[in-house]
């Protein structure tokens, strides 16, 4: 969506951009003089429009890709005496991490337009949209982000926070605390925060967790970013054993209170999913069953949610039947591709296990908790078999369609 805020000169922006094509806004674009518009100017016409896109600005998030190549040109037509000013030079490295072309960088680097700390800060951010992770590594990690300009500082911070993150997530988190802390309300702090939930979930600090999670989805929720989000958000709550720590799926639910109720179906949905093909029998019962509560009229909803909720009854002895029977009512008509093979799977595996000769009975004295445990561990061992069927049945498409 839109933000009403919009600053007069990134709403310019817009309209210009949202009018014309690449070539046209290239003829088109009036900067001021050169010599009047250092690069700082250029980048911060550049983090207006970003910073909107932060709020949920599908026109910020559009006209993007053709101002990043308008101020690309115009950092390379700087005249060289505008790079003895290191906030310039802090500009471009800013421009070449927020998603401009490296060319810049490139630039400054062959035309020896800086040195020293400058040229290792250059090189390394070079390195590092250019994939080469370790050296800059090796380049960047050196420097103190803390005492650099407020943009640029946060900037790094940002990179270095995911140099380290699979090796030193606190780190990483006390970094992306930084971020948040210099840069309140941009698309540098979405970013931070973002990364943040899942570091948290990472190292298991399942408060933190869930504390970043309800802040992203209070203030973020219509980020042109929180699609991606929330899908990654349903595979950490699909991963989450909620068999050992039922409290956790309640404060779960009022997490997800944050969002309209579409989208808690929709999340609830995608995390029933993912719960089936990893195993979790507790995740997908309850997600599936949220999901069914949430979906109202809706039919096909309806149906995805009996689909995950029957798929983690049938590897269950004491639900093999009900969820048989359930897979079985399902309107084919109603689900996807991918859908309609978990369903063929789940009925697959449903009949073997059906097939299977029967357990021997526990000893009459055994506990209703004892004869639990064991359903459960049964049942964790055989759900994977939903999801290696569904890979053989993937590779058998994949055969047909090569």
Not at 182 to 187: E, F, I
Not at 219 to 237: D, E, K, M, T
Not at 342 to 367: N, W
């Amino acid at each position: 969506m839109s933000s009403p805020r919009i600053s007069l000169l990134a709403g310019a922006v817009l309209g210009l951009l949202g009018t014309a094509s690449a070539q046209e806004l290239d003829a088109n674009f009036k900067p001021l003089p050169i010599t009047a518009r250092p690069a700082v100017e250029i980048v911060r016409t550049l983090q207006l429009l970003q910073d909107q896109v932060a709020t949920g600005s599908v026109e910020a998030h559009a006209s993007q890709r053709g101002l990043l190549g308008i101020l690309e040109s115009r950092l390379v037509d700087l005249d060289a005496s505008a790079w003895n000013d290191e906030r310039n030079t802090d500009a471009a490295v800013i421009f070449a991490l927020s998603g401009g072309s490296p060319k810049i960088l490139r630039h400054l680097l062959s035309n020896q337009l800086v040195t020293g700390v400058a040229a290792d800060l250059v090189q390394g951010a070079l390195a590092y949209v250019e994939g080469r992770g370790e050296e800059a590594k090796r380049l960047l990690m050196p420097i103190e982000a803390r005492l650099l300009r407020p943009g640029l500082g946060a900037q790094l911070a940002l990179v270095q926070s995911a140099l380290i993150v699979g090796q030193e997530p606190a780190r990483a988190m006390s970094l992306l605390d930084f971020v948040r802390l210099q840069a309140t309300g941009t698309l540098l702090e979405e970013a931070a925060l973002r990364r943040q939930v899942f570091v948290a979930r990472q190292i298991d600090d399942f408060p933190r967790f869930e504390t970043l999670s309800s802040d992203y989805l209070r203030r973020y929720r219509h980020s042109i970013y929180a699609g991606n989000f929330r899908q990654r958000l349903a595979a950490a709550l699909a991963e989450m054993d909620y068999a050992k720590d039922p409290a956790r799926f309640s404060r779960m639910v009022g997490l997800l209170t944050n969002l309209e109720p579409k989208a808690q179906r929709d999340l609830y949905l995608m995390a029933a999913r993912n719960a089936v093909e990893n195993g979790r029998i507790q995740s997908a019962l309850l997600s599936a069953e949220m999901a069914m509560r949430l979906a109202e009229n809706s039919a096909p909803d309806i149906a995805r949610a009996k689909l995950y909720q029957a798929s983690a009854m049938v590897v269950s002895p004491r639900s093999l039947d009900m969820g048989l029977r359930d897979l079985r009512s399902i309107d084919r008509s109603l689900l996807g591709a991918n859908d309609l093979r978990l369903l063929d799977t789940a009925l697959g595996v449903g009949k073997s296990i059906k097939r299977l000769p029967g357990e021997p009975e526990k000893p009459p004295e055994a506990s209703v908790n004892e004869r639990k445990q064991v359903d459960e561990a049964q049942a964790s061992a055989q759900l994977p078999a939903l999801r290696k069927a569904q890979e053989a049945l993937s590779g058998v498409d994949r055969l047909f369609l090569n």
